[in-house]
């Protein structure tokens, strides 16, 4: 396993809609990996290959060893519950910066696996609001785009200004 390069934000690969992977294959296996060793290192929960500059639509989710390492390729969300939670949010272009974010608290979802075969699954809490967040990442909206103008705004002022510290 390899350790990639995180790519900060703001740069224009994050917000780029991702394509579906099309090919199941050793190589995709490996991206897998290497997104696994690089997610843990950072340290964070979940990652794309968008956040390595790899437009293709696979996530790796670790919320804890014990509930182990989940891997979804080409996800999407079918149902989403109309209660909402509310939950801290950040990302590993954007190490040290969180804030609320409120979401469907309960989905159903579509994935297939790395050998492309097809699953459907129930989520709610912390894993449905993870999987919402990596499915956003992989159209293309950064976490920040769920917050209120405001308070994005002033987030990306504190980021500027740690990037220039």
């Known amino acids: 396993m390899t350790r990639l390069k995180i790519l900060a934000y703001p740069d224009n690969l994050l917000s780029q809609p991702c394509r579906s992977v099309t090919t199941f294959d050793d ?3 490996v991206l897998a990996d290497d997104l696994l060793e690089t997610m843990r290192a950072a340290p964070g929960v979940g990652i794309t290959a968008a956040h390595v500059g790899t437009l ?5 989710i670790e919320l804890s060893p014990e509930d182990g390492v989940r891997i979804y390729v080409n996800p999407e969300v079918l149902i ?3 209660e909402t939670m509310r939950h801290m949010e950040g990302s590993v272009s ?3 910066f969180t804030d609320e974010v409120e979401r469907p608290k309960h989905i159903r979802f579509r994935y297939q696996d790395l050998d492309g075969a097809s699953h459907e699954e129930d989520a709610e809490g912390f894993l449905a609001i ?9 159209d293309g909206i950064f976490w920040l785009k ?18 220039r510290s």
């Open 27 to 29: 190589d995709l296996r």
């Open 56 to 60: 293709v639509r696979l996530t790796v």
């Open 80 to 82: 989403s519950s109309e």
């Open 94 to 96: 954007m190490p040290g």
């Open 130 to 138: 993870c999987i919402q967040h990596e499915i956003d990442q992989l």
């Open 146 to 163: 769920r917050l209120s103008r405001l308070k994005r705004e002033r987030l990306i002022k504190k980021w500027e200004k740690s990037a």
